[in-house]
């Protein structure tokens, strides 16, 4: 269903019911009729006027004043890999002249990303059904909306914009690693009808992808996108005394069957959270339990 956007101009009306309508349909497909090219709008860059310019500069140096220290060393370093910068809305494709000095040109994002990994940032105008998404992810695709929260919600939005898909997801699929285990996520969610893995899958991604804890250089530190974008629960998530109750944590070592048995609450501070050992961890782990849910679909046929 459609989001408020009434907040900017940077979607182009036509454009977004073509790209929701093929989203939607995709629901009555079959994993392997899905084609994600469909689903993805075009990022209209010169919309965006220099108070959204404004807000991400804004945002993105409140996070990084913090983030040298409590982010993952992985995350860090897919962040400068993507040339993502502080001045300006980032650019997804092509490259367009640089507004600091137009002898120069800024190159967008997947520039970088793609020679890496192989993964893009692809503009979709918000959410988009499960399948669609997951279809997504199974491409090396990550759906990414293409929208900036206005100033008076910098410190919260329900639904997502660029700031959180590109500043706090993009950077980790830079990483070889991280990005075959997303990929293998994706494979299993959309090939499983089974509604048992669909909850569990939902539960990982929420623990890993969302919020996600990870061990490095002797101490804690976040790599889950919701941790990155959110100024107050990555720290609570650091600083919280461990345990149980009000305004504690319970950091559990990561391990994929209590993970999937976790259930989680969407309007608070998270009062539990997993904690990797390493990158390698959650992909084999993954594929362990992709192998799994790939086999039982296959049977089910």
Request: hydrophobic share 40%.
């Amino acid at each position: 269903m459609r989001k408020d956007i009434s907040y900017n101009n940077i979607i182009d009306g036509e454009d977004f019911e073509r790209a929701q309508a093929c989203a939607d349909a995709a629901a009555n497909l079959s994993a392997d009729q899905i084609k994600t090219d469909g689903f993805y709008i075009t990022q209209l860059y010169d919309r965006y006027s220099a108070e959204n310019h404004a807000v991400w500069k804004e945002m993105y140096e409140k996070r990084w004043e913090v983030l040298s220290e409590q982010a993952s060393n992985t995350f860090i370093d897919g962040l400068r890999a993507i040339r993502l910068i502080a001045d300006r809305v980032p650019l997804l494709f092509g490259e367009m002249p640089d507004p600091n000095d137009p002898s120069k040109t800024v190159k967008g994002i997947n520039e970088y990303l793609r020679p890496l990994t192989g993964w893009q940032s692809r503009g979709v105008p918000g959410y988009l059904p499960a399948k669609a998404f997951f279809a997504c992810l199974a491409n090396r695709e990550f759906p990414t909306t293409v929208i900036i929260r206005p100033r008076e919600k910098m410190d919260y939005l329900p639904e997502p914009d660029i700031f959180h898909d590109v500043f706090g997801h993009v950077p980790l699929h830079a990483d070889p690693v991280f990005a075959d285990f997303l990929q293998t996520y994706g494979k299993a969610a959309l090939h499983t009808d089974d509604p048992v893995h669909i909850e569990r899958l939902a539960r990982l991604f929420w623990f890993t992808v969302e919020f996600g804890l990870i061990k490095e250089d002797g101490r804690l530190k976040i790599y889950g996108s919701g941790l990155v974008s959110s100024h107050g629960e990555a720290r609570h998530s650091l600083c919280a005394p461990d345990g149980t109750g009000e305004g504690k944590v319970e950091r559990r070592a990561f391990d994929m069957e209590r993970v999937c048995e976790t259930t989680f609450e969407i309007d608070k501070y998270q009062p539990i959270l997993y904690v990797l050992e390493s990158f390698e961890q959650l992909r084999d782990a993954m594929d362990k339990y992709a192998e799994r849910v790939l086999d039982e679909a296959k049977a089910a046929v």
